[in-house]
């Protein structure tokens, strides 16, 4: 597509359940990355893709997260037992050039709530 | 650890006025340095840099790498309201893929 596509836009969930977040990267682009934002904080790497290599997982606060990238496209985000400490808004970038190196393209993101 | 420290956090500022930005880092491997504007939810790119000394300006923004100091500013001349965001700084080691973002800059330029 034009552009990183991420859904849902705003996900209000209850203390306890899954949530799955999705983000459809630009056509051709090898590499996806996942990122939070709390409210006034700054961006926290969680995951990176590249092509057929193994994830960078480093960034995963908890077993209770996962990601996965099916065919090389798009990748969904699993947060399992939610807790309001999940709140954030959850971006997604892709990048052409392994590493970001010619620059990210993000989504819009998917503000998650957790009540 | 590598980390990226912006400062400062928040500024307020009247259109019309001049600001400066900073970001330094503490990478391995230092690859590149990005910054961002983020204004609703996805940030945009604004420059990309790599070498010291070398100035990259867009319109009434402009910024310059300090690799030797481990740094990097974003100039605003003359700024808007339309300035008002949140300015990201990002470092890209060679060592991963990822970047490493700083806290971010909250500008808010007042009419």
């Known amino acids: 597509g034009a552009g990183v596509s991420q859904s849902p836009s705003n996900k209000v969930t209850e203390k306890g359940k899954d949530v799955e977040l999705r983000c459809d990267p630009i056509?051709?682009?090898?590499?996806l990355y996942w990122y939070r934002q709390s409210l006034g904080q700054g961006l926290e790497f969680l995951i990176y893709?590249?092509?057929?290599?193994?994830?960078?997982k480093s960034g995963l606060p908890s077993d209770r997260f996962s990601a996965e990238r099916t065919g090389g496209s798009v990748s969904t985000l699993t947060i399992q037992r939610t807790q309001q400490e999940d709140s954030a808004v959850y971006l997604c970038?892709?990048?052409?050039?392994?590493?970001?190196?010619?620059?990210?393209?993000f989504g819009s993101g998917t503000r998650l709530t957790v009540v | 650890e590598d980390k990226v420290v912006q400062s400062p956090l928040s500024l307020v500022v009247h259109e019309g006025d001049t600001v400066t930005l900073n970001c330094s880092y503490e990478v391995t491997n230092f690859r590149s340095l990005l910054w961002y504007k983020q204004e609703k939810k996805a940030p945009t790119f604004l420059f990309m840099l790599t070498s010291s000394g070398i100035e990259k300006k867009s319109g009434r923004l402009s910024s310059i790498l300090d690799k030797k100091e481990l740094f990097s500013i974003l100039n605003i001349t003359a700024t808007q309201t339309g300035d008002s965001a949140i300015y990201l700084c990002a470092v890209n080691s060679s060592n991963t893929g990822k970047l490493i973002f700083g806290q971010g800059t909250t500008l808010q330029v007042k009419p």
């Open positions: 893709f590249q092509g057929n290599s193994a994830p960078d």
């Open positions: 056509s051709g682009h090898t590499a």
């Open positions: 970038a892709s990048s052409l050039v392994p590493g970001g190196l010619g620059g990210y393209t």
